[in-house]
């Protein structure tokens, strides 16, 4: 099929955009968050302690800074990549197809590895795949979707992830830290992966400018900023979700540590389904810095009370009440990277806007156990409630930073 000039805007692209097709084009957002959901929310931490024994916490710390390491390098590499080739009328599909054939082979190494040295090796080969796709994935909606339709096409992104998300913890919960599950979670990853590619090919394109450079302005820095501070606070609640648990389960309980965070991370995406659906009209309507603000604020109540409860009871309805909070948070941010960053260069300013993604994987670990070691709780019972509380107070700076962002930048 022969792709128009991306500097160009003809009747066709246009109207072949307005009818584009959000469920089919976020499809492989799904199969990644299905993916991170069981990795990152359960079988990452679930290893760690079969691997690490004592040291648990310590290995997963090493292991999941690593490979945040490896995804920033690759998605700054990738970036520029993608956007030259976006500008000559490219798609980006072979990213989106490299990225998840090669994910889907770590993901067995992953669960297969008998040692901490191949489980970290598949870990970092596993992100660095991941984020060769996900870098230029996440231009996708500015690059077909019309501005008009930015805040419902980003609802559906960000019900993706929770759905995605949730789905990963349920594969985790039922089949555990297995080959069978790394096997599943790969066949979502590709097949997810075949139906946008297939879908993407008969879409038009939105245009380019003809020239767009990628400029730091101070929206920009505050938006990464805000983001990151947020990001930060979010991985250290996953992080340290399944230690929690673990501590708080009295003896004999009906399930173990897996299947009861398991079962809570699940409850989490699935509400933050919720919470994206509530956001996707207001986003497109209203100043996304209050969508922002309301959306870290229940996140971070709810943090809060998980931090300060001893009682099982209350886990499940703060866990409600932080994927809400969450699912209407990353519908807002979705949208506020759509609309401000510059669509010339929209892989290689995501890329940058990414690192407030992949650099909190990085920071969250080593802040939290840098502050566990000072205060003496890091192999303690206390240590995830204390890294809680933590993870309040960072959600919190992150959601009041973004009005920093002068209204004029939010174009409403």
Known sequence: MRTLPMNIATPSTTSSARAVNPALLTALWFGIQLAWGAVLGISLQ???????????????????????????????????????????????????????????????????????????LAFIVLQAAMNCAIGPYQAILPDAVPASRIGVASGWMAAMQSAGNAAGAILATLLGNTVPLAVTIAAVLLASCAVTVAYLRRVALQPLPAHDPLRV????????????????????????????????????????????????????????????????????????????????????????????VHGLGAVPVAIAFAGIGWGIFLCADWAFACRLLPP??????????????????????????????????????????GAFGLACAEVLLGSLWIWRLPRQAIGK
């Not at 599909?93 to 054939?101: R, S, W």
């Not at 003896?251 to 079962?263: E, L, N, Q």
């Not at 806007?353 to 003496?376: C, E, M, S, Y």
């Open 217 to 308: 302005t101070r929206p920009l820095v505050d938006l990464f900023i805000s983001r990151a501070f947020v990001y930060v606070g979010f991985y250290t609640l996953l992080g340290y979700f399944f230690f929690y648990v673990k501590n708080a389960l009295p003896p004999h309980f009906a399930f173990d540590a897996t299947t009861a965070s398991g079962i809570c991370v699940l409850l989490f995406t699935l509400v933050g389904a919720v919470g994206a659906s509530i956001a996707a009209k207001p986003a497109d309507r209203i100043d996304e810095r209050i969508v922002v603000t309301i959306g870290g604020g229940i996140l971070a109540f709810s943090v809060a009370v998980l931090a300060l």
């Open 46 to 120: 679930a290893r760690s302690l079969q691997l690490g024994g004592a040291s648990a916490l310590a290995l997963y710390g090493g292991v999941s800074t690593a490979g945040a390491i490896a995804a920033a390098i690759v998605q700054l590499v990738v970036g520029p990549f993608s956007d030259r080739r976006r500008r000559g009328g490219d798609k980006r599909i072979t990213f989106y197809a490299l990225g998840a054939v090669v994910a889907a082979a770590a993901l067995i190494a992953f669960y297969a590895a008998p040692t901490a040295l191949t489980f970290a």
């Open 344 to 385: 010339g260069a929209l892989a290689t300013t995501m890329a940058i806007w990414n690192v407030a993604v992949v650099g909190p994987q990085i920071i969250a670990p080593a802040l939290t156990t840098f502050v566990l070691v000072r205060v003496g709780t890091l192999t303690s019972a206390v240590g995830p409630r």
